[in-house]
């Protein structure tokens, strides 16, 4: 059964560096989505993207946050120069209709 | 109060009993679903049930909406240990327009443990 799959599963970075998380959605699918997860809080929506543009992002996602889809397969986030709360597990979601499926998830540690 | 709110937040029962999870959120609708999330580990998705359905059924799991009570429920039949994991709900509201993307806004979770 297709899944999504996310490198690395964990990162671990300095203050001010920049990271970039990976994804590969399911390859049929249309819609892709990037979440996190602060330890012991809800997940929560940072940016959808649809026909290799933005299609709605959160209040979390500030410039500091960018997401491209390079070629046909992978969809990355980067971010630019992490802070300390940036520290969360960040999902990666696609979906072709309503069930949208998520990765394994990318443990981001920032010292 | 925030959209996709879950109680209990806790719930502790043996193996062989059901656990029924009870989700709540504020705005209309246009999916809720329910995914399972092991201790740091991935969200796994359960079920979906679109607004304009009152029960699902898939394997052991129930899923009912009752779009004017804004409210869900999730029930595991005969629970094993393996289902021992947090549980989420998730809704997505109404959308205008083809080839939109459609958030998702979790709720806080319940954590289900399931003892031998």
Redesign the interface.
């Given at each position: 059964e297709p899944e999504v799959t996310q490198t690395p599963s964990h990162q671990v970075t300095q203050m001010g560096q920049e990271v970039i998380l990976r994804c590969v959605p399911i390859s049929n699918h249309?819609?892709?989505?990037w979440?996190r997860q602060i330890l012991g809080q809800?997940?929560?929506?940072l940016v959808?993207?649809?026909?290799n543009e933005i299609?709605?992002k959160?209040e979390i996602f500030d410039d500091q946050f960018s997401v491209e889809r390079p070629d046909g397969s992978n969809f990355t986030l980067k971010i630019r120069s992490t802070k300390l709360e940036d520290s969360a597990?960040y999902?990666c979601?696609s979906?072709r209709l309503?069930?949208?499926?998520?990765?394994?998830?990318t443990?981001l540690t920032v010292l | 109060s925030q959209q996709g709110e879950e109680d209990p937040q806790a719930l502790s029962i043996q193996e062989g009993e059901n656990a029924t999870m009870n989700c709540s959120y504020k705005t209309s609708i246009n999916n809720l679903q329910w995914y399972r999330q092991n201790s740091g580990r991935g969200l796994v998705h359960l079920i979906l049930i679109r607004s304009n359905e009152r029960e699902k059924h898939s394997g052991r799991l129930r899923v009912t909406l009752d779009t004017s009570k804004k409210s869900s429920s999730l029930l595991i039949t005969a629970s094993r240990a393996a289902d021992t994991a947090s549980y989420f709900c998730a809704t997505d509201q109404p959308r205008w327009g083809a080839g939109t993307a459609s958030k998702l806004t979790f709720g806080t979770g319940t954590r289900l443990q399931v003892t031998l």
């Open positions: 249309l819609y892709f989505y979440y809800k997940v929560e929506f959808s993207f649809y026909n299609s709605e959160s597990m999902f979601a979906s309503g069930t949208q499926y998520f990765g394994p998830g443990r | -």
